[in-house]
């Protein structure tokens, strides 16, 4: 079973920088896209950045030349830097694969979530 588990996050004051990641486990066949989103209360959760299995990158607008996403093929794990933070970025930040799973002989994909972590962003 294919679980992403997220670590990272926490409290920064305005102006400062955090980092996120996301390992993906289980029986996987391959990872294509993955990405980060975020929801903050009473709103929807939103797309903050993805990458490719290539590379190819897109941010949300409000975010271009603050954060930064990246990945490691090799250990299954997608990284999101985030600096000159605002409160505005303050939501929980979930970690998005779709990620082809091995199961028996054949191979299913899905879209997988990790549980979310916190970032909160103080004025």
């Known amino acids: 079973q294919v679980q992403l588990v997220e670590s990272g996050g926490g409290l920064v004051q305005a102006g400062g920088s955090l980092s996120v990641s996301c390992a993906a486990s289980?029986?996987?066949?391959?990872?294509?896209?993955m990405g980060w989103y975020r929801q903050a209360p009473g709103n929807e959760r939103e797309l903050v950045a993805r990458?490719?299995?290539?590379?190819?990158?897109n941010y949300q607008d409000s975010v271009k030349g603050r954060f930064t996403i990246s990945r490691n093929n090799a250990k299954n794990t997608v990284y999101l830097q985030m600096i000159s933070l605002k409160p505005e970025d303050t939501a929980v930040y979930y970690c998005?694969?779709?990620?082809?799973?091995?199961?028996?002989?054949?191979?299913?994909?899905?879209?997988?979530w990790g549980q979310g972590t916190q970032v909160t962003v103080s004025s």
């Open positions: 990458i490719s299995s290539t590379g190819r990158t």
């Open positions: 998005y694969g779709s990620i082809e799973e091995k199961s028996g002989l054949s191979i299913r994909s899905g879209d997988y």
């Open positions: 289980g029986n996987i066949f391959s990872i294509n896209a």
